[in-house]
C-alpha cells in the first residue's frame, strides 16, 4: 500500500512565489490533514478536512489555502510565499476523527525553504 | 487547554542502554488519548502505540514498553537495549475526545531526539 504520499520532497522557493504541495492517499480516509513542523517546535495543523469539499482552518492557517475536490486528494496551496514559511510540511490522514482516539498516517514529508 | 511536555530535547546513548523518554500531559477531560509517534531519519512519522485515559495497563512490544500513570499525568516510553535503529525524534501526542484544536483533536509535544551511538 502507498499510503499518503506528498510531492515534492524538496523544493526551494523565491519570496513572493507561489506553489502548491500536493497529498493524495489511497486508504478511502475522509479526515486529511496539514501540518509544518518548524525546529523543536512540534507539528501545527495548518488545515483539516472532514471529506470532499469540506476544509476547515487550524492553527496556522495565515497564508495557505487548501481545497479537497476528491476522498484522495488534498493539496496545500501557498500564495506569496514568506521566509517565516520555511517549514517542514506533513500531510496526514485518518479514517474517522484524530480527536476520537484514530491514529493518523503521514506522508514523508516536504522540505520547503523560502529564501 | 491541552498540553504535551516533553523535557527532554535530545538524549545521547550508547547502544545497548535502556533509555526513557518523558512526556507529562495536561488536560481537563476524563475521556482523552495518548501517543507515541516516531519520526526516523527519513522523515515519516510513525505510530508507534495510543493509550486511553481508562486503561493504565503499562504496555510491553518487544524492546518498547510504555508506562502510563495518570496520578502524575505521564505516559513515558522505554526502550531496553537500544540499538542505532531507534535513532529518531519522538513524539508524544494528546488527543482529546470532547475538544481539542481542529478536526484532529491532538496536540503534540515538542519532541525529544533520540541518539543512539553505536
Known amino acids: 500500500n502507498a499510503g499518503v504520499t506528498q510531492t515534492p520532497k524538496f523544493r526551494i522557493l523565491k519570496i513572493g512565489q507561489s506553489m502548491t504541495l500536493q497529498c493524495t492517499q489511497d486508504?478511502?480516509?475522509?479526515?486529511m490533514y496539514w501540518y509544518r513542523q518548524d525546529p523543536g517546535m512540534g507539528l501545527k495543523l495548518i488545515y483539516y478536512?472532514?471529506?470532499?469539499?469540506?476544509?476547515d482552518k487550524g492553527e496556522v492557517p495565515n497564508g495557505y489555502n487548501v481545497s479537497r475536490s476528491t476522498t484522495e486528494d488534498f493539496p496545500l496551496r501557498l500564495e506569496l510565499a514568506a521566509p517565516s514559511q520555511t517549514s517542514v510540511y506533513f500531510c496526514?490522514?485518518?479514517?474517522?476523527?484524530?480527536?476520537?482516539?484514530?491514529?493518523?498516517?503521514f506522508g514523508s514529508g516536504t522540505q520547503l525553504s523560502v529564501l | 487547554a491541552q498540553k504535551v511536555t516533553q523535557a527532554q530535547t535530545e538524549i545521547s546513548v550508547v547502544e545497548k542502554e535502556d533509555v526513557t523518554l518523558d512526556c507529562v500531559y495536561e488536560?481537563?477531560?476524563?475521556?482523552?488519548?495518548l501517543f507515541w509517534y516516531k519520526q526516523p531519519p527519513s522523515g515519516e512519522l510513525v505510530f508507534l502505540i495510543r493509550?486511553?485515559?481508562?486503561?493504565?495497563q503499562n504496555e510491553i512490544s518487544g524492546r518498547y514498553s510504555w508506562n502510563f500513570q495518570k496520578s502524575t499525568s505521564s505516559f513515558n516510553f522505554t526502550i531496553t537495549a537500544s540499538q542505532v535503529v531507534d535513532s529518531a525524534v519522538y513524539f508524544c501526542?494528546?488527543?482529546?475526545?470532547?475538544?481539542?484544536?481542529?478536526?484532529?483533536?491532538?496536540?503534540f509535544g515538542k519532541g525529544t531526539h533520540l541518539i543512539i551511538q553505536p
Open positions: 496526514a490522514s485518518s479514517a474517522t476523527k484524530g480527536g476520537s482516539g484514530e491514529k493518523l498516517f
Open positions: 486508504m478511502n480516509h475522509n479526515y
Open positions: 478536512s472532514v471529506g470532499a469539499g469540506i476544509t
Open positions: 488536560t481537563r477531560d476524563t475521556t482523552y488519548y
Open positions: 493509550r486511553n485515559s481508562f486503561d493504565e
Open positions: 501526542a494528546l488527543s482529546d475526545f470532547y475538544s481539542g484544536g481542529g478536526a484532529d483533536g491532538l496536540t
